[in-house]
């Protein structure tokens, strides 16, 4: 269980970065693009760095409930019934990951020769963030999943 604290608060640290990264190259990019001298390099790198920060809020969104949801029709349902709803749909959602990571990892591969546009990275870099971050949010589903099986 101590391994999964660690687990999100890196990942929580890491999304930070993630997004001051962002912030700091496209305002980077923006104030030398302004003063007549473009870094084409930036805003490859902001996306790179946006990539992983989305799959990383994701699976922090899922971890907290944040996501939308509507729950027009099931809140006034009783409480057993609420949990079978749930538990269905967090299995739907587990499936779905697992196709995601799936075809993610096959993108991943079909890309490892192609490179990004002004660095000479790979595109791999940014597409195995869908599988990484379907991983980070498979591993809160199959929590979520446990929790409600050991509710009563």
Do not use: C
């Amino acid at each position: 269980m101590q391994f999964f604290k660690k687990l999100v608060m890196t990942e929580e640290l890491i999304a930070k970065v993630l997004l001051v990264g962002v912030v700091i190259l496209v305002f980077f990019a923006a104030v030398m693009r302004s003063a007549g001298y473009p870094v084409p390099w930036s805003v490859d790198m902001a996306q790179l760095l946006f990539a992983w920060f989305a799959f990383m809020a994701a699976s922090q969104a899922l971890r907290r409930d944040s996501h939308i949801g509507v729950d027009f029709f099931t809140r006034n349902l009783p409480i057993k019934y609420q949990k079978y709803i749930s538990l269905s749909h967090y299995i739907l959602i587990g499936l779905f990951l697992i196709v995601i990571v799936v075809f993610g990892v096959k993108l991943s591969l079909d890309n490892k020769d192609r490179v990004l546009n002004s660095l000479p990275l790979s595109y791999s870099l940014v597409t195995i963030s869908v599988s990484i971050g379907s991983l980070l949010m498979l591993k809160t589903v199959i929590s979520k999943i446990k929790g409600l099986i050991s509710k009563k």
